[in-house]
């Protein structure tokens, strides 16, 4: 197993607006109104996690307001992405080289709900440092019928790769 990072260049968004739906990742304010996603399909850069010729999840980098701050979302795919901690710290350090050593990003953010336990695993087993209370902020996404806490994730250049020994799967 070998994650790899590839950019998608012809993200449109109509496939970012379905890649949301199917993942029951469309926001209150984006479901009112689509044609908000135009502009991050558009400016954002979009990128596949891959190994091989399966799709493991999407990364989407968005400029933010702040200066020196990439925000970035993780849509898994595979339900065992957060499983793997080897793959995932390999391929933290290839991710961290782009944003900090050759895009020179202060920081890199992450917002996700709370519920999405795979995504908040994925993140940590990247390095990410969970900068909400353990409760996270209470209703800040509305991504069902009722709004849920939001978490908010953080890499900072000088955090970690996280250490992950690498155990040899054992079959009986």
Same mark, same amino acid.
């Given at each position: 197993?070998?994650?790899?990072?590839?950019?998608?260049?012809?993200?449109? @968004?109509? !496939?970012? !607006?379905? &890649?949301?739906?199917?993942?029951?990742?469309?926001?209150? /304010?984006? %479901?009112?109104? /689509?044609?908000? &996603?135009? +502009?991050?399909?558009?400016?954002?850069?979009?990128?596949?996690?891959?190994?091989?010729?399966?799709? #493991?999840?999407? &990364?989407?980098?968005?400029?933010? $307001?702040? /200066? =020196? +701050?990439?925000?970035?979302?993780?849509? /898994?795919?595979?339900?065992?992405?957060?499983?793997?901690?080897?793959?995932?710290?390999?391929?933290? *350090?290839? #991710?961290?080289?782009?944003? !900090?050593?050759?895009?020179?990003?202060?920081?890199?953010?992450?917002?996700?709900?709370?519920?999405?336990?795979?995504?908040? %695993?994925?993140?940590?087993?990247? =390095?990410?440092?969970? *900068?909400?209370?353990?409760?996270?902020?209470?209703?800040?996404?509305?991504?069902?019928?009722?709004? *849920? @806490?939001?978490?908010?994730?953080?890499? #900072?250049?000088?955090?970690?790769? @996280? $250490?992950?020994? $690498? $155990?040899?799967?054992?079959?009986?």
């Amino acid at each position: 197993m070998s994650f790899e990072v590839r950019k998608i260049n012809d993200m449109t @968004p109509e !496939f970012l !607006f379905g &890649l949301l739906h199917r993942k029951h990742l469309l926001t209150l /304010p984006i %479901r009112n109104n /689509p044609a908000m &996603l135009a +502009t991050i399909a558009i400016n954002g850069d979009f990128y596949a996690i891959e190994d091989g010729d399966k799709t #493991l999840g999407w &990364l989407i980098e968005a400029r933010t $307001m702040e /200066p =020196g +701050t990439l925000d970035l979302a993780l849509i /898994p795919e595979d339900k065992t992405l957060c499983l793997h901690g080897g793959e995932l710290a390999k391929l933290s *350090e290839k #991710l961290r080289e782009r944003w !900090f050593h050759v895009e020179h990003w202060d920081k890199v953010q992450v917002q996700v709900a709370k519920s999405r336990n795979n995504t908040c %695993r994925t993140l940590k087993a990247m =390095g990410f440092v969970c *900068e909400t209370r353990s409760i996270g902020i209470r209703n800040g996404v509305t991504l069902g019928k009722g709004a *849920e @806490p939001l978490m908010i994730y953080g890499l #900072l250049p000088s955090d970690p790769v @996280p $250490m992950v020994e $690498m $155990m040899e799967e054992t079959h009986a």
